[in-house]
């Protein structure tokens, strides 16, 4: 292959690392207001009144809205396929404020400082309620009710209890065959609320423009889905509504949300003039979205011999005060996980309560990294009890070619799934490789007394978009000097989608990357797509890509085949070069000229790309730490990660993608947790307070790349965004447990954490 | 109140409101390079140099650099090393999402202007206060080896 494979130039690179201005706040329209939100300081209570007669008489203040001056129309503000299987539990403004920092009322204002200004100067009359801030107290009481209105749809026990959304799907008899097992193993693991913290805040700007249509410029992963929701909730036809996606500063998932766009759309619609909603960092931290805190319990029955005959999961999660996403995230923590070990007797079952708490939704690897960390360290537990390596235990049973996912019929999003049959997998070869690269079974010697050295291990594995839910569009249209436009509905956020889609289309058609121009995710432009969640983009959208561009070589072989004549077939596309069988050959300027202007041909296809598989990237990543025995602080010395993607597409994109994975997930394994009082407050609301991996926290990092061929896949690509993140949790609790011999059940392992834990132990 | 100052070379004056802050006045000025991640002094995305030293704009209150030389990515756009970095940075993939990426720059420029002796500690320490969510700052470090080993080379 000639592009596919090649590291060539990351199409967006230049121009961001030139600071140019393409995201979405680097752009102004005269006569711009600025919104602000007026939060909720109750995390429970009904909004009776709302004065801002005060708030209006201040210079510069245009408007104050309040749930009276918006229709009640319930919706979800999770960015999926419609119909969207999270409950329709939300309003733009609710007439009842369900946690500290939910919305209240907005003012625009000429300028941002008037705007916040007025927020100080609006009266509410609040009603407080008694609130619910503890998951397992949600789970049980029923006398306090988050969401007790009669219209929302989907929520699971709507009225009766704060259930949002409940799993119990089983396979085989876990019951009958746990008597059965010579061992069983049952352990709790406690997972903290973290947040992908992406460096650029929510931000959107929404106008009218002369032809009377809302334009909506944002920073989102889900163009095509906000334009749907919005037109529902504005109460406006799609028709009038336009999506504009500029380039994105990262999104991991908190953009796969309607956050900002309802509020400036509506804002825009009133005044009549351009309106922009930006969060400061506070409101990231108490208004976007968290991956879901969860307490996991697992129960494995295992034979002496190591089998592993039952594995039980049991997930109670926390959506707090809205449920977007409560189903599937959950769902994915068993679906995504459990089918590692795919043996005959699996019951996964869940809860996702609501609480009064800010509210969780959508992070990268989407519930995946909780459940991979609970039967990751309790392999190793599984493991220890058995009196069996921990490494033989997963070779022994973990999936392999050829084996189907026993969960896969009875789970797919909010429905029943489709059958998946592992049809490639490097996962051996990620061990194999991995271990080498760790030096596994040879543990260094710490570097101080004090000091005492471990190496852990995990294993993980994701799917490739959402099985029969998840596809994309793609055009491909051929200029007069042989350059292309490629249009998509896919959508680059910095994952570097753009680049890879692009080459996918340079393959294909036998040209130089350079030669193709990319233009995605505006919604009047570009086909359709889902977006970019789900590690969809390179296996869903590049299929697009590639049947697009297919056929316009197709179109081209035609033409030059009666001009040649010659069989269609034989031509070859490759280089720039055009090739028949004879010693025909033109450039593809030369092709592109020739049918512009002689055939009188627009060589151009649009293709759409849907899979009913979803086939599984694999890791196998592994931690070596040393662990102060004093003081328990950790020091993650170095990580290792074998990833198997299929065809790798874009060796360094991938790599990176990997390396901030680890980065992200040794902070979920070490110091991230967004800390609450009692009532769902937000103790650590800044980047000081919640600390993200700086260049000094990151370990030296080992990065391997186990190539395979995956049939279903656009040049036997699959995924590569999610899987990375699932396993640096488990493999670095798992070598603090190897090194001071300390289990880590809740985390982050915090030194204070380890601290206590070797208290005990020495007790 | 009004302000004079050197911004990116060319002598300047500014109205600046009470309470704006550096950031704000660079960005309401054009200099979209600029970026807002916190504007509390804790992610870097808006570092700029301040009379030649980097700094958070964010917490920098715009009337502090009357009389100040300020200069943001844009200014350096023709400079020679700032080039080398953004080629280099661009050349190994250390950009991803690239809001990052101008805090980034800045700040490395500002360590590779110093000259050598750069090794891989000292860049690490340089870049701490650039937080940045994609890259794991693996890439971006590399790159900056490889441009101070070229300085090293060439000095
Ligand atoms: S915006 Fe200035 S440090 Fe974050
Ligand atoms: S490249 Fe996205 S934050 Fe650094």
Sequence with gaps: MKVVGKNVIKIDAFKLARGEPVFTDDFTRQGMLYAKVLRSPHPHARILNVDAAAALKLDGVVDVIWHRDVKAIPHTRAGQSYPEPSPYDTLILSPKARFIGDRVAVVVAESVAQAIAALDHIVVDYEELPALTDMDQSLTNSEILIHEEPDPRGISEAGMTNIAARIDKQVGDVEAALKECDLVVTRDYHLPRVQASHIEPHISIAWVDEDDRLIVRTSTQVPFHLRRMLARILEIPEARIRVIKPRVGGGFGDKQELVVEDLVGVLALRTGRPVRLEFTREEEFVAARYRHPQRVTMTTGVMKDGTIVANRMYVLADTGAYGSHALTVQGNTGQKVLPMYPVANIHFKMDCVYTNNPISGAFRGYGAPQGCFALECHMDEVARELGMDRLELRKKNHIKLGDTDPLSAKLGEGKEGLVRVVKSTGLEKAIELGCEAIGWGNKREPSAAHLKRGLGMALAMQGSGIAGVDWGGATVKLNDDGSVNLSVGATDIGQGSDTVLAQMCAEELGIPYEKVIILSSDTDLTPFDVGAYASSTTYISGGAVVKAAAEVRGQLAGVLGSHWECEPEDIVFSDGMVTGPGDQSMTIAEVALFALYKAMIQPMATASHMSNDSPPPFAAQFAEVEVDTETGQVHLCRFVSAVDCGTVIHPKMVEGQIEGAVAQGMGYALFEEVLLDRTGRVLTPDFLDYKIASSLDVPEMVTILVPTDEPTGPYGAKAAGEVPIDGPAPAIVNAICDAVGVRMFRIPATAERVWRGLKEETR | ?155
């Excluded at chain 2, 350096?76 to 190994?92: A, K």
Aim: with cysteine; hydrophobic share 40%.
């Design chain 2, 1 to 155: 109140m009004n302000i004079s100052l050197n911004l990116n070379g060319t002598a300047t004056d500014w109205e600046v409101a009470p309470g704006q802050t550096l950031l704000q006045a660079l960005r309401a000025s054009g200099a979209f390079s600029v970026k807002l991640g916190c504007e509390t002094g804790d992610c870097g995305s808006c570092t700029v140099l301040l009379d030649g030293q980097p700094v958070n704009s964010c917490v920098v209150p715009a009337a502090r650099v009357n009389g100040s030389r300020v200069t943001t990515l844009e200014g350096l756009l023709g400079d020679d090393l700032m080039i080398r970095l953004q080629t280099e940075l661009v050349e190994q993939g250390a950009v991803q999402c690239g809001y990052c990426i101008p805090g980034m720059l800045i700040s490395l420029y500002a360590l590779l202007k110093q000259g050598p002796p750069i090794d891989e500690e000292t860049i690490r320490h340089a870049l701490t206060g650039n937080l940045c969510r994609c890259t794991g700052y693996v890439k971006p470090v590399e790159a900056a080896r490889a441009v101070a080993a070229v300085l090293e080379e060439t000095s």
